[in-house]
């Protein structure tokens, strides 16, 4: 499970956030995550507590928002969902896409309180 040493790493860069801006809490982290990348949302809330566990995100809540991995086809140009669509254009049948988002793993929000 590689989600735990990446969430500590997060974990690092929004205690260095908070520093620079002075916060001494935090109340709430939102993370975006593809629903192509290698991270498994269930995986990050498992391990979430055992990477804030005494830093100043110890208290905070975690919300995961799952970002669409879509594509485009690259014969219609028609805008698809690859996992819902199987991979392949529900306009014409084509396997030839090119990926528009979904492999994202990113902070998106830090509020404090």
Known sequence: MHELGVVIEVVKTVEKIAKDHE?????????QIGELSSMIPKYIELCYPAAVFNT??????LKIEILPGNGICKKCNKVFNLLENKR???NCRSAEWELL?????????????
Do not use: R, W, Y
Not at 101 to 113: D, H, L, R, V
């Open 23 to 31: 916060l001494s809490k935090v109340d709430t982290l939102v993370l």
């Open 56 to 61: 100043i995100l110890e208290d905070t809540k």
């Open 88 to 90: 392949e254009c529900p």
């Open 101 to 113: 988002c979904g492999n994202e793993f990113m902070i998106k929000e830090i509020i404090a309180c």
